[in-house]
């Protein structure tokens, strides 16, 4: 079945440092990619949905500079954070429907667990 | 926005017990998804529904679209099945909106 690879799977870096998170798809092209972030305990938050080939489309609220998405090709999504606090400190999953719609089964990365130290 | 709510927010129970998940939702919707994550963080698609029932193995589905109302079932449970059990709710307009979803069920299955 479809396959969304997702890495690094758990980093730790300093303050201020910027960290890269991948998303590839393996099997399938993904038009669309979606990046999530979860605090303990809570409820997935759609941060912004990456579209190949053209602007991803952020959630109110989430910081455009600081989260940097691009979606490189077909198969490729990256999550960048810039000068990274404390406060981002969170898990962070990828998914992609194969199909390009919410309305297909959805293919989860295994997530990146960041520290900020 | 749609508010979509799960109930219980934490469940333990012995194995081989029949499991029950609520989901109540309160805008229509074109799509809801069952998703299963596992203490790793982990996130596995376990079901998406648009209307009936859908059964796989020990896990069945069912939403009642009227009602505003979905269910996830697992019979003869197992302590593997120990996990969070995410509802999230889809729109047919997709779009920025995206999906909206549940605060999980954690449950845990005692052997």
Redo the contacts between chains.
């Keep these: 079945g479809a396959v969304v690879s997702q890495h690094p799977s758990r980093v730790i870096c300093k303050s201020g440092t910027s960290v890269k998170i991948e998303c590839r798809s393996l099997d399938f092209q993904a038009t669309t990619m979606?990046w999530y972030r979860?605090f303990p305990k809570?409820?997935?938050?759609?941060m912004a949905?990456s579209n190949e080939g053209s602007k991803a489309?952020y959630?109110q609220g989430v910081e455009k500079d600081k989260f940097l998405i691009n979606h490189a090709s077909l198969t490729l999504s990256t999550l960048t954070v810039t000068s990274a606090h404390p406060e981002d400190s969170s898990?962070y999953?990828c998914?992609a429907p194969p199909r390009g719609?919410?309305?297909?089964?959805?293919?989860?990365g295994?997530?990146t667990?960041l520290t900020v130290t | 926005k749609n508010e979509v709510e799960q109930s219980p927010q934490n469940l333990t129970a012995q194995e081989g017990e029949f499991i029950t998940i609520n989901c109540s939702y309160s805008v229509g919707i074109s799509a809801l998804h069952w998703l299963q994550q596992h203490p790793g963080g982990g996130i596995v698609s376990l079901f998406m529904l648009s209307s009936g029932k859908k059964k796989h193995g020990r896990l069945i589905a069912t939403i009642n679209i009227q009602e505003k109302h979905s269910s996830l079932h697992i019979t003869a449970s197992h302590p593997r099945d120990s996990a969070v059990y995410i509802c999230a709710v889809g729109y047919s307009g997709g779009g920025a909106d995206g999906l909206t979803f549940g605060k999980g069920t954690h449950l845990i299955i005692q052997p």
């Design positions: 979606f979860q809570k409820s997935l938050m759609l949905t489309t959630e898990f999953i998914s719609s919410y309305n297909s089964p959805l293919h989860f295994n997530g667990r």
